[in-house]
């Protein structure tokens, strides 16, 4: 306990460099998440980055971004490291002083890996601009609080509204959007860029215009939490259309296992589905698989879930994705069974550069057949 008390106290002492007059120029870009004036961490041209703190208390400092790295102090007790270079797109991070894990205090705070974290973003190649503000028509999200009977308290909800959402007076099909473990709503509207990317995509008339209601996974029951609670909500609150074939439900990681779980009790409802960077669980050595008793209702009538699914996509983060195996013996028991779905493979793992691409993917593919 005193140790942890010694490290917090010591967080309150940590300062990020700011950049003074006369001061030489600094090398690479000041991440975009950094805190205003904030110099650190910074991302050198070849996608490395520059982290500094100072915290002249400490005895360790590290940071952590999915591999640890070891700062160095120097006499003033500034700590500095520069990591490998990093793969385009979001990334958590977090430092550890003296052993305690904390946010780093000089940039914006995300709600993931059920805390805090920090993060950092690194540029895409040149030429790919579907992640960034471009000069087009954009729509807005906005944040829908709601009581719950299943959770039996309130609750929130972001949804994103397209462009001609506001003048048009027309109804408009809706995505339900889920988060992954240790996340929660906000997810996918920060982290994911989901405005964003429908906005440019939207704007080149790849994608339909839809509403996208993006709901908090963390709850008992999800199923009754989206069909009795968020639904109603959605459908009272936003014009939106109501048949199956203007519905769609996706999810990543844990959202993709809810996902599954709905449609596959539920198959009269959404139309379009997609599960990324997810899979039920395998079986594992001595027990099957909690997936069983859904493997057993697709057995019994494949062909009426191939007619309620006009597409059913899933999509992995490489083999270095963790859920990987879960999804190749999903596809498996799929293919034995004669289910019809779309597999889309992109290398990064199970991250939000991967989830960001694979939204990028599936919306043009939504409420078009």
Not at 111 to 128: F, K, L, Q, W
Not at 150 to 175: D, I, Q
């Amino acid at each position: 306990m005193k140790k942890m008390f010694a490290a917090l106290f010591m967080l309150g002492m940590v300062m990020t460099a700011y950049a003074q007059p006369g001061q030489q120029e600094l090398p690479g870009q000041r991440s975009e998440y950094a805190l205003r004036h904030l110099q650190y961490p910074r991302v050198l041209p070849d996608n490395r980055v520059m982290f500094k703190i100072n915290a002249p208390s400490a005895q360790s400092v590290q940071v952590d971004l999915g591999k640890k790295y070891e700062m160095t102090r120097d006499e003033k007790g500034d700590w500095t490291c520069t990591t490998e270079p990093q793969g385009p797109g979001f990334h958590y991070y977090f430092l550890f002083i003296d052993g305690v894990r904390v946010a780093d205090p000089s940039t914006e705070g995300f709600y993931g890996c059920s805390a805090t974290a920090s993060g950092i973003e690194i540029p895409y190649p040149e030429g790919v601009d579907q992640y960034y503000i471009a000069d087009v028509p954009h729509g807005e999200i906005r944040m829908k609080r709601y009581f719950s009977k299943t959770a039996n308290a309130w609750r929130r909800m972001f949804v994103y509204t397209p462009p001609c959402y506001e003048k048009s007076g027309k109804k408009y099909p809706v995505l339900y959007l889920q988060h992954g473990g240790g996340e929660d709503e906000r997810g996918w509207s920060q982290q994911g860029r989901t405005d964003i990317i429908m906005d440019n995509l939207i704007a080149k008339g790849e994608a339909v215009p839809m509403v996208i209601a993006m709901l908090d996974g963390n709850t008992s029951d999800f199923t009754s939490e989206l069909l009795n609670d968020a639904m109603p909500v959605v459908e009272a609150n936003y014009r939106v259309k109501t048949d199956a074939d203007s519905r769609a439900l996706a999810g990543l990681s844990m959202g993709g296992i809810h996902t599954l779980n709905v449609v596959m009790e539920h198959p009269e409802l959404f139309s379009y589905v997609g599960v990324f960077s997810s899979g039920w669980f395998a079986p594992q050595p001595g027990r099957g698989s909690d997936a069983d008793k859904y493997y057993a209702m697709l057995k019994e009538k494949p062909e009426f879930y191939n007619k309620c699914f006009k597409e059913f996509w899933l999509s992995m983060g490489g083999q270095e994705d963790i859920a990987y195996n879960n999804c190749r013996v999903m596809r498996q028991r799929f293919d034995e069974i004669g289910i019809k779905y779309t597999y889309y493979d992109t290398p990064g793992g199970h991250t939000w550069p991967v989830w960001r691409e694979s939204l990028f993917q599936f919306a043009p593919l939504l409420f078009k057949k």
